[in-house]
């Protein structure tokens, strides 16, 4: 049942998304040249705002930063006090203010003037002393706040946030921006557990369970009690993987078993994985094998075992 608090937020919803729409209809080759910008440059994208602009300054420089792009926020009030130190003639500057008057920024915009550093000003109004100051302008449309008295930064501060994601992600897929690289960024947390690789969970060396084809039933047994994975891989004499036997193999072979060599016992073909492989697509195949365990072969040495993962490995660190 809807109230007017429902009412409410659904049309603020739908006002920030009608923006947004208009957003994307008017990007022109402005958005272009301040990609070029930030693609050229030397040094890092230094993004700077003020209150609510500043906010949304501070995530657009995180995206960045973690996508690819050297960036840092450098706040304009500290700025003044010192932090202009922080921004080289190899930066571009992009500066954020719906208004494009913001008091704070203007020691800011002098700076980069006189050093001749790159600048990209964010705004609404193209009349406004940022625009007039920028090399190029990201213009955002006149829409109104989504609020009822068109004050409060709303609909701008999201047309703002989107543009920062748009330049972002327009660099990253120009740099061919990867998983593995954002992962690389990201080794913490649920995001990092998520683009974990398989080398990075994996057991390699002597920890992984290998018999030789001709192995009796006694050292099989030995093997997968040792290293404790119910499984063993099965080799040939030039160490390539052939096989892999497990418990319940053994169960299976129970009449006569200690008259068989591992390679009367062992499943031919094992499903394996690649070293370099997202640990997500080694639960998956876990999952749709009903296994527990998945033998490791690197394609640059092929059939030659490079490990072991575990689905306990996975679990431990939030998989599964």
């Given at each position: 049942m809807?109230?007017?608090?429902?009412?409410?937020?659904?049309?603020?919803?739908?006002?920030?998304?009608?923006?947004l729409?208009?957003?994307?209809?008017?990007?022109?080759?402005?958005?272009?040249?301040?990609?070029?910008?930030?693609?050229?440059?030397?040094?890092?994208?230094?993004?700077?705002?003020?209150?609510?602009?500043?906010?949304?300054?501070n995530?657009?420089?995180?995206?960045?930063?973690?996508?690819?792009?050297?960036?840092?926020?450098?706040?304009?009030?500290?700025?003044?006090?010192?932090?202009?130190g922080?921004?080289?003639?190899?930066?571009?500057?992009?500066?954020i203010?719906?208004?494009?008057?913001?008091?704070?920024?203007?020691?800011?915009?002098?700076?980069?003037?006189?050093?001749?550093?790159?600048?990209?000003?964010?705004?609404?109004?193209?009349?406004?002393?940022?625009?007039?100051?920028?090399?190029?302008?990201?213009?955002?449309?006149?829409?109104?706040?989504?609020?009822?008295?068109?004050?409060?930064?709303?609909?701008?501060?999201?047309?703002?946030?989107?543009?920062?994601?748009?330049?972002?992600?327009?660099?990253?897929?120009?740099?061919?921006?990867?998983?593995?690289?954002?992962?690389?960024?990201?080794?913490?947390?649920?995001?990092?557990?998520?683009?974990?690789?398989?080398?990075?969970?994996?057991?390699?060396?002597?920890?992984?369970?290998?018999?030789?084809?001709?192995?009796?039933?006694?050292?099989?047994?030995?093997?997968?009690?040792?290293?404790?994975?119910?499984?063993?891989?099965?080799?040939?004499?030039?160490?390539?993987?052939?096989?892999?036997?497990t418990?319940?193999?053994?169960?299976?072979?129970m009449?006569?078993?200690?008259?068989?060599?591992?390679?009367?016992?062992?499943t031919?073909?094992?499903?394996?994985?690649?070293?370099?492989?997202?640990?997500?697509?080694?639960?998956?195949?876990?999952?749709?094998?009903?296994?527990?365990?998945?033998?490791?072969?690197?394609?640059?040495?092929?059939?030659?075992?490079?490990?072991?993962?575990?689905?306990?490995?996975?679990?431990?660190?939030?998989?599964?």
């Open positions: 809807k109230t007017p608090f429902i009412d409410t937020a659904a049309r603020v919803i739908r006002a920030e998304a009608d923006a729409n208009r957003l994307a209809d008017a990007l022109d080759d402005r958005f272009r040249a301040a990609i070029d910008l930030m693609r050229e440059t030397r040094g890092r994208v230094i993004i700077t705002g003020i209150g609510k602009s500043g906010h949304i300054a995530k657009i420089a995180a995206t960045l930063a973690s996508t690819g792009t050297p960036a840092q926020f450098v706040h304009p009030a500290e700025a003044s006090h010192g932090d202009l922080m921004i080289t003639r190899d930066d571009v500057v992009l500066a203010s719906n208004s494009g008057e913001a008091p704070e920024l203007g020691n800011l915009i002098a700076y980069s003037r006189r050093y001749e550093i790159p600048l990209i000003g964010l705004t609404s109004r193209e009349d406004s002393t940022l625009a007039r100051q920028s090399d190029v302008i990201l213009l955002l449309p006149k829409v109104a706040e989504a609020c009822n008295t068109g004050v409060v930064p709303t609909t701008s501060t999201t047309m703002t946030l989107a543009m920062g994601d748009a330049l972002a992600v327009a660099l990253m897929e120009h740099r061919d921006f990867t998983a593995e690289h954002f992962r690389a960024f990201h080794p913490g947390g649920k995001l990092g557990a998520q683009l974990s690789l398989v080398r990075d969970l994996m057991h390699v060396n002597g920890a992984i369970p290998l018999v030789s084809e001709d192995a009796t039933m006694a050292t099989v047994m030995a093997e997968i009690g040792n290293k404790g994975f119910g499984v063993t891989g099965v080799t040939d004499a030039n160490g390539k993987l052939v096989g892999i036997i418990t319940g193999d053994l169960g299976r072979h009449e006569g078993l200690f008259a068989l060599k591992a390679q009367d016992v062992m031919r073909n094992p499903v394996t994985i690649d070293p370099e492989a997202l640990a997500e697509k080694a639960v998956g195949l876990m999952n749709m094998r009903k296994i527990t365990c998945l033998l490791v072969v690197d394609p640059a040495a092929p059939q030659l075992p490079a490990g072991l993962l575990h689905i306990h490995d996975c679990l431990r660190v939030g998989l599964g």
